[in-house]
């Protein structure tokens, strides 16, 4: 996944990735540009995963509820601010 963000942002193109990382070494490896922590959910669907998750040293912003449209709408502007597009 890292190869594909890294040759479209190469193309001028701006990427979002959007996965499970569960751990900190995976996360630091991936390199983003801005991380979004969301926690809405106790456990996962899959137990390997689950056993070794462990919660984000570092994030840019934390998601602990469900947002609303709004809510949902202003986080884009904020985010679309913060990488000037």
């Not at 190869?3 to 996360?27: H, K, L, Q």
């Not at 998601?63 to 949902?72: G, R, W």
Request: glycine letters at 4%; a negative charge.
């Amino acid at each position: 996944m890292r190869n594909m963000a890294d040759y479209e942002v190469g193309c001028g193109s701006t990427v979002i990735c959007d996965f499970v990382c569960p751990t900190n070494e995976t996360r630091l490896s991936f390199r983003p540009d801005i991380t979004i922590w969301i926690d809405t959910i106790t456990e996962g669907r899959f137990d390997d995963t689950n056993k070794v998750f462990c919660q984000p040293e570092y994030y840019d912003i934390h998601i602990d509820t469900y947002l609303t449209e709004q809510e949902v709408e202003r986080l884009a502007e904020r985010l679309k601010q913060r990488i000037g597009k």
